[in-house]
């Protein structure tokens, strides 16, 4: 039974798993900021900084698929509380380096690459199991307010960060981020599995990873996507994890303005999700990709660079933009994809979506030497416009429609959107966004 002041769709797993994401984001933002400052404080150089960011997203590639195979074959909520407890403790050794010692480059690397490896585990699980929390019919709703929970807390999560790096310095907010892991964990364990549906053992984890793959190329907006977003994430991450600290400390005042900044960002997902509340587009895809657009705008505020309160706005706009995205793009991997085999096919989709992250990090200090900063940040948001003008080229982009019901999708492997026939697609053209 639903809780007191809890939609009746909300059961106590969805309930605990948003818990448990608000706590890890509250954390998590903050932690970023502070990896940043504790390179720079360390006497780190740009590419220092883009080397640590590298470090925890390389394993993000080398273990996805194989996080995303061992999800659909053990029961998730132990993948998750797993993973938690390896972030937990490679985010206590950071702080405790941070706090008691003189942190050298490679051991930041290594414990962040801990901590990236535990991610590459968690993030296919745990997609999985909430989408096992609610049925189609709610599925946008509980979309839409799980993201907002967990935007809230990357506002709070990051202006509080960076005001804490500003008073007592990046160890103890990497201290706060382990104590949050442990705590996600706790809840996580207290999931209730018993009347989640067993999936059948699959043939072998190679046999696994090849039924994600069947999954992930039949569907021409899928892998269309995730190419997009390869592209979105690799730059985008570069100016937010090396450049934006750069930009803060050597224009901004420091890390409490671009703190600021990344909360603008989290409360422009909040109105964001509000607005999905409410609002279902047809569209899913187009919708969804048009507003990748703004994701341009942060970069090219840095790039100005622009005052603290129009960054501010401008993040404030891409934040609301792409959680219009976010919501758009789970419904319709919700609407098409077997739950059987979502968590292979969300570890594709993180693969695919992270794979250039770890070299774009990597080289943003070598890329901001040969053409300067300005130029570097001029070019991610060329680079957003561009991959994303592109794929809108993909037809099925255009044309996936929501569907109502529990449908998932057809057979044989084919996209929905390409067994529609030409005069509905039409109708729903017409009626659509």
Known sequence: MPGRGRPSWAGRNYTLLTAAAVITNLGSHGALIASAFAVLEDGGSAGDVGLVAAARTLPLVLFLLIGGAVADRLPRHRVMVAANALNCVSQGAFALLVLTGDPQLWQMMLLTALCGTGTAFFNPAA???????????????????????VSGAGIGGAALGGALIAAFGPGWVLAVDAAAFALAGLL?????????????????????????????????WLWGIVLQFSVVVAVVGAADAV????????????????????SLFGVGTIAG???????????????????VFPLALPSAGLAVPLPVWALCAVMFVSGTAIEVFGVNWMTALHQEIPEEKFSRVSAYDWFGSVSLLPLATAVAGPVESAFGRTAALWGCATLVVVVTAAVLTVPDVRRLTRRPGPAKAGSAGVPAAAQDSAPAADARDRAGD
């Open 127 to 149: 997609e999985g199991m909430l989408f096992a929390t609610v049925s189609a019919e709610h599925a946008n709703r509980a979309f839409a307010l799980f993201r907002m929970a």
């Open 273 to 291: 999700a509000v607005l999905m509340m409410v609002w279902k587009p047809r569209r899913l895809l187009l919708v969804g990709t048009l507003c």
């Open 188 to 220: 996580r364990a207290g999931l209730d599995v018993g009347r989640v549906t067993e999936r059948a053992p699959g043939g072998g984890l190679l046999a696994d990873l090849r039924e994600g793959w069947v999954e992930f190329r039949t569907r021409p």
């Open 243 to 262: 450049y934006g600290p750069l930009v803060a400390r050597d224009r901004l005042g420091g890390p409490a303005p671009w703190g600021l900044a990344l």
